[in-house]
C-alpha cells in the first residue's frame, strides 16, 4: 500500500488555524445578530427658512451628531455606508430662533431611518443667527474734484460712468451702513488724455455681502488750453456823457410898440 507524501499531509497548526478562524467567524456571526448596539454618525440636515426675508450671519449646521441603537448587523452596515437625505428643519422664526428643538429634529429624522432607535442628537454649533435681509441701490460718482490733471489741461465732456448704480444685498447690520453715495477716484495722476478705465467700487468687504458689480467703467474726454488764459476783469460800467451846455443870450428881445 502506497504512503501519503508527508508534503501532501494537513499539517496540526494548519487545522488549528482553520478551526480558530472557523470559531471566530461563528461567534462574530452570532453576536451580530445580537440588538443593543450603538453607533455614533453625522447625520446630514437642511435648515429651511424664508431667504427673501431672512438671512444667517453665522454658518448653519449642515449635520448633527447623534447615536444610532439597533441590531448588530444593521448597524455593521450604516458603518460601511451611511448616506441618507438630508431631514429638513423648518425655522418659522428666525430672529426669535436662537437652537433647534433635539426632540423635534430626533422625531424628523425616525421618519427617515425607521430600523433603527436615534438619541443624544448634538449640534455642532451652540447657536444660531439670523438677521433680516436688506437690498439698497447706491448711486456712483466720480470724485471730479481729485482728479489729477497735468497743468494747461482741463476735462472737455462729461463724464460717464458704466454702471452709474450697485445694489447691494445682505444682513441690515452691513448694508444699512453703506451710503448712499459711493464716490469713484481715478488713481490716475498727470492725465493729459482721453482717459477709460475700469475701477474698482470701494465698500465694506464682507463674505455676508453681495454687490451686483464690484467694477465700473469711467471715461472722459480731455483738452488742452492753448495760449494765455485773460485774466477775469469786472463788467466795464458805460460812461455818460453830458450835453455841451448853450450859451444864454445876451440881452432880451426888445417888444415892439
Not at 487545522?15 to 450603538?38: H, P, Q, R
Request: aromatic share 8%.
Amino acid at each position: 500500500m502506497a504512503q501519503i507524501p508527508l508534503s501532501s499531509q494537513p499539517s496540526r497548526s494548519r487545522i488549528i488555524l482553520f478551526s480558530l478562524v472557523a470559531a471566530t467567524i461563528i461567534w462574530l456571526f452570532n453576536e451580530l445578530n445580537k440588538d443593543g448596539y450603538t453607533l455614533r454618525v453625522q447625520y446630514p440636515i437642511n435648515l429651511t427658512y424664508n431667504d427673501s426675508l431672512y438671512i444667517p450671519i453665522t454658518p448653519l449646521p449642515r449635520s448633527v451628531s447623534a447615536t444610532l441603537t439597533g441590531n448588530g448587523w444593521m448597524l455593521l452596515r450604516k458603518s460601511l455606508s451611511f448616506t441618507v437625505s438630508p431631514v429638513r428643519y423648518p425655522i418659522l422664526n428666525p430672529l426669535a430662533t436662537q437652537t433647534l428643538n433635539p426632540a423635534a429634529l430626533t422625531a424628523l429624522m425616525h421618519e427617515q431611518v425607521k430600523d433603527v432607535r436615534i438619541s443624544n442628537v448634538m449640534l455642532d454649533i451652540s447657536r444660531l443667527d439670523f438677521e433680516e435681509r436688506m437690498i439698497k441701490t447706491t448711486v456712483l460718482k466720480v470724485d471730479s474734484a481729485g482728479l489729477q490733471l497735468s497743468p494747461r489741461f482741463v476735462v472737455s465732456s462729461f463724464i460717464n460712468l458704466r454702471p452709474t448704480t450697485v445694489t447691494f444685498d445682505g444682513p441690515t447690520s452691513l448694508v444699512s451702513d453703506i451710503s448712499d453715495t459711493i464716490l469713484i477716484r481715478v488713481p490716475a495722476q498727470k492725465i493729459r488724455g482721453n482717459y477709460d478705465e475700469e475701477l474698482p467700487i470701494r465698500y465694506p468687504q464682507s463674505p455676508l455681502l453681495k454687490a451686483s458689480t464690484d467694477r465700473v467703467f469711467v471715461s472722459f474726454e480731455v483738452a488742452e488750453l492753448f495760449g494765455n488764459i485773460p485774466p477775469t476783469s469786472p463788467p466795464a460800467t458805460e460812461e455818460k456823457t453830458s450835453s455841451t451846455p448853450k450859451p444864454k443870450s445876451g440881452g432880451k428881445k426888445s417888444k415892439k410898440k
